[in-house]
């Protein structure tokens, strides 16, 4: 997957996609796998954006039963059931626990029934689509039971717990790499640091897109007969900007959080209530906040507000220390303080602009085909559990226009475990490092040392890189691209800048005297 924007001259792409995130990535593969010639580009790093900022889940929709939305349920079942098929090596089974507390709507005579209706239609899909039928995973159970799995929940009222079976992408960053690595190796052309700056418009169809690389600053034509605005929250601006003849999607945008803490995992993902007003149709006492088990650290998520500001998104101070105020308040005994919050992922998503609610996410995913504009396609979607079939509705529009283009295959063909793509870093000596380095430069695009240490590994996100083996990722980095000892300081700047005030940032920190941070 070599960042070369020579391969965009000389032809005319049945698909341009504009965004690396986990949809644009869906797009590019889906398409690929068609038969369509595909371009994409990316005008920061793959996955750098929303897409990189994860619970690490993949709900399979129970949740949606609250919302009595059975058709988004049974998408999520189905689509949770694909991505364990077909990326197995990335997607891994994650039970869920939630106390029940009286005998109304959160007492475990209805989450038993509600963990009963899932498991139907769980065994209805399976039966559907042929595949292998698994035992029944939920249960309920007594409160002394409960309170052994989640010692800190409270307990007044409790009357048990329910527990059913979810998933986990444990590697989200190395998915998209690996999901665009696919598309290339079935003909697609990626890069990133590339702005797509202009759809081309002629006669109302689209003719292909200007870019400019954000590298040299060099302006490029890609010719293609088809662009799929893939952009996330940024597609209400960037189609303003780049294709104004066409219809404005007016997107609302949620700032949602997830904290990662240097807290042990729990047994299982654990949902306790918060103080926020839930929009459930059925119980709308509280929304829940989720510690989920990941790599040994606990990743505590999701809090969400209304955006009201510019599109650059990084983590505030302020917020992080409402959330872990908010938190410990109800599940005070473990104990949060700011030194253990390790990693803040903050990102936008599509709101809900009809409710008065704040932080009201988007339930339903779009593909808008824009008929003033034939040929451009927008997604504003909101889940990684069902970027696959987002991608495939677009991909479904995009083949109407086309001749000859398959039927999708992305339900059933596995996605191979890239040897490109290495994750683990923090076990390497100097000459592993520097060869992790080059391999990421060479194979998947990376060119800051954010890239490397915040999304090609999840070994700094986790506290487990020491301030020496940063310092030889950052010593390659710099050798290769020539860095100056200024931009040097504005690399290591930049990325310690993302990590939240721990006491790991403070060694590394203390580790980088010298630099301007």
């Known amino acids: 997957m070599q960042r070369d924007l020579s391969q965009f001259a000389d032809r005319t792409f049945d698909v341009v996609v504009v965004g690396g995130g986990i949809h644009g990535a869906c797009v590019a593969r889906d398409a690929a796998l068609r038969g369509m010639s595909v371009a994409l580009v990316e005008q920061g790093d793959f996955c750098s954006a929303t897409s990189h900022n994860s619970l ?128 290339v190796a079935h003909g697609a052309v990626v890069a990133n640091y590339v702005r797509a700056e202009t759809v081309k418009i002629a006669d109302g169809a689209v003719q292909g897109v200007t870019v400019r690389d954000q590298v040299d600053d060099q302006v490029y034509e890609i010719a293609a007969t088809q662009v799929v605005n893939a952009t996330g929250p940024w597609a209400d601006e960037w189609l303003a900007e780049a294709a104004p003849e066409a219809r404005a999607l007016q997107v609302a945008l949620v700032r949602s959080m997830n904290l990662v803490v240097d807290k042990p995992a729990p047994e299982t993902a654990i949902a306790v209530k918060s103080k926020l007003e839930s929009d459930s149709k059925i119980d709308s006492a509280n929304r829940m906040y989720f510690m989920v088990p990941w790599q040994d650290k606990t990743v505590i998520g999701t809090t969400h507000f209304t955006h009201k500001g510019g599109l650059d998104v990084t983590p505030d101070a302020k917020e992080v220390g409402s959330f872990v105020d908010d938190f410990n308040a109800v599940y005070p005994t473990l104990d949060i303080k700011a030194r253990d919050v390790l990693y803040a992922y903050v990102g936008l998503t599509p709101g809900d602009d009809s409710t008065d609610a704040d932080g009201a996410k988007l339930h339903e995913s779009k593909v808008v085909d824009h008929e003033n504009a034939t040929g451009l396609v927008s997604i504003v979607s909101i889940k990684w559990t069902t970027a696959r079939l987002v991608a495939e509705r677009a991909v479904d529009v995009l083949a109407s226009r086309h001749d000859g283009a398959g039927r999708c295959r992305t339900r059933t063909q596995r996605l191979p475990d890239y040897a490109s793509t290495p994750s683990e870093a923090a076990g390497l000596d100097d000459a592993g490092l520097r060869a992790f380095v080059m391999k990421h430069i060479t194979e998947t695009q990376a060119r800051h040392l954010d890239d490397i240490v915040l999304r090609r590994t999840n070994d700094l996100v986790l506290g487990r890189l020491t301030a020496q083996q940063l310092m030889i990722i950052e010593d390659a980095m710099a050798a290769h691209f020539s860095w100056t000892y200024e931009t040097r300081n504005t690399e290591v700047r930049n990325t310690l800048a993302r990590l939240a005030p721990s006491a790991y940032r403070q060694t590394l920190v203390a580790a980088f005297e010298g630099v301007d941070l």
């Not at 998408?75 to 507390?101: A, K």
């Not at 399976?126 to 307990?155: F, H, Q, W, Y």
């Open 56 to 183: 690490k889940t993949i709900h399979g929709g129970i949740r949606y039963l609250q919302h009595l939305n059975f058709k988004r349920a049974i998408e999520s079942i189905r689509e949770q059931q694909i991505l364990r098929r077909t990326m197995g090596h990335l997607v891994e089974p994650l039970r869920f626990m939630m106390p029940t507390y009286g005998w109304a709507m959160r007492g475990p005579l209805a989450m038993g029934a509600g963990i009963a209706m899932f498991e139907g239609l769980t065994l209805g899909v399976s039966v559907r689509d042929g595949n292998a039928i698994e035992a029944p995973k939920g249960r309920v159970m007594g409160p002394g039971k409960c309170k052994r799995l989640a010692p800190g929940i409270d307990t007044n009222a409790l009357t048990g717990g329910s527990i059913w079976a979810d998933a986990q992408v444990a590697y989200a960053d190395k998915a998209v790499l690996q999901i665009l690595e696919d598309a």
